[in-house]
């Protein structure tokens, strides 16, 4: 994979369809889940998380900033 910043920038859409739910959802667990990835803001107007932190939490949930730790 790429390491540029545009192929690491993923929108809500791409959110979704990693973690096999709607746009509706990744924003509710935005609010209600202790351990899911936070959107970055670039500008105010474009919201979008890192493809790295949503792949990570896909895999190992909650304890994906660990995983992520463990792996550096």
Not at 17 to 35: D, E, H, M
Request: with cysteine; glycine share 6%.
């Amino acid at each position: 994979m790429s390491n540029d910043v545009r192929t690491l920038r993923i929108r809500d859409k791409e959110v979704a369809a990693i973690l096999g739910c709607c746009k509706a959802s990744v924003w509710n667990w935005v609010k209600t889940r202790p351990g899911f990835p936070q959107p970055y803001r670039d500008g105010g107007r474009y919201t979008y998380w890192l493809r790295p932190e949503v792949e990570n939490y896909a895999i190992h949930g909650e304890n994906w900033r660990e995983a992520m730790a463990n792996a550096e």
